[in-house]
């Protein structure tokens, strides 16, 4: 690549610990190589009002990899093939502005971008890489669910910090002779709730990919105590569901948005319990403390590599790409193999075999 060569480079979705690592691993692995970075702020955004499009240096983002949160701002709403305009009437319509993206990408005279994000925005890169923007994907997400990569940045720290919430909940839950029900991210997979859930010493684990039996729940938490444990810890993925119901939600999201807002599964569990055992039952939801503060030092080092293996395939021109670890190295997998899947916890697989092995219910 030739000397003055423009790297863009944008972050979506929801923020995730490890972003400002992927950015500093960017801008100084791109420094190195006499090439240019400018950072689009709040995801796509960027890209349809160009005031929001900056110049990095390694000055403006040395040692940023420690801290958390998005250096560049991130954003689930600026989908550039389905952005929400007001009308004339106040009322909100979904337009395709994409051609506008490509548009201003060319005019801009970049030569690649660099998307940073889950499957809902690696899909969008990989729409725009087919409207002939060159594109390389950096998985995120504290949820896991990424296929193709042994583990995505962040999920580490969300894991850390709602293990040591759950540490803190056994004291106040034995002293009180609670059960104690704690809701933790995870939409469509179980990852953070099964990986915290057992490092934690949970007595149960609720997640998608297994639908529970209330009842069941109920009796192995009468069970313990029959063996003298007279407080319980749940732990419960937000997209649980019980046997033949489905997830709960608190409604639709902020305007603009068109999913829904995950949430009300602990506090289900909870009064449930409490109405068929007459047992104390709280709940508490951990929520967006999952997404801050500083990533774990697995986290931090895992996007430094992904930053500068991204690097690495703009130079090889491997467009069209998304880095992912395959332990103990990092390939380029094709965008159109990961788009529309999933990866869930495997039923059959050693993890979920472990939690059975110690004792863990998980309502089934």
């Not at 948005?257 to 449930?272: K, M, N, P, T």
């Not at 931090?300 to 991204?310: E, I, K, S």
Request: net charge neutral.
């Amino acid at each position: 690549m030739p000397k003055g060569f423009k790297i863009a480079i944008n972050m979506g979705g929801g923020d995730a610990p490890g972003l400002n690592a992927v950015l500093e691993a960017v801008v100084r692995s791109a420094a190195n190589r006499n090439w240019e970075v400018y950072g689009i702020k709040n995801s796509y955004e960027g890209l349809i009002d160009t005031n929001e499009i900056i110049s990095l240096t390694p000055k403006k983002v040395w040692h940023i990899s420690s801290i958390g949160g998005a250096f560049l701002g991130t954003t689930n709403k600026a989908n550039p093939f389905s952005m929400p305009v007001a009308n004339a009437a106040g009322e909100i319509e979904y337009r395709d502005v994409s051609d506008k993206v490509v548009e201003n990408f060319k005019r801009l005279r970049l030569d690649c971008l660099i998307a940073v994000g889950g499957d809902g925005s690696l899909k969008i890169a990989y729409d725009l890489f087919k409207k002939g923007i060159p594109v390389i994907g950096v998985p995120k997400t504290i949820d896991n669910d990424l296929v193709s990569t042994n583990i995505t940045f962040g999920f580490d720290t969300a894991v850390s910090i709602a293990t040591e919430a759950i540490d803190r909940l056994h004291s106040t839950a034995k002293s009180h002779d609670r059960v104690m029900v704690v809701e933790v991210m995870g939409r469509n997979a179980g990852w953070i709730a099964l990986n915290s859930g057992i490092s934690g010493s949970a007595d149960v684990i609720v997640i998608p990919e297994i639908p529970f039996d209330i009842d069941r729940i109920c009796d192995h938490i009468m069970d313990r105590e029959l063996h003298g444990q007279r407080y319980a810890i749940v732990v419960a993925a937000e997209g649980a569901a019980p046997i033949g119901g489905h997830t709960l939600n608190k409604g639709k999201g902020e305007a603009g948005r068109q999913d829904v807002i995950l949430g009300g599964i602990a506090e289900y569990v909870a009064r449930e319990i409490a109405i068929k055992t007459s047992k104390d039952s709280r709940f508490m939801v951990l929520g967006h403390l999952q997404r801050g503060g500083s990533p774990t030092t697995f986290d931090r080092l895992l996007a430094l590599r992904f930053g500068a293996a991204a690097l690495r395939l703009v130079k090889e021109k491997k467009f069209g790409t998304m880095v992912a670890l395959e332990s103990p190295n990092i390939k380029a997998i094709p965008l159109e193999e990961i788009i529309g899947k999933i990866k869930r916890v495997p039923l059959d697989g050693d993890t979920i075999r472990t939690a059975r092995e110690i004792g863990i219910c998980f309502g089934d």
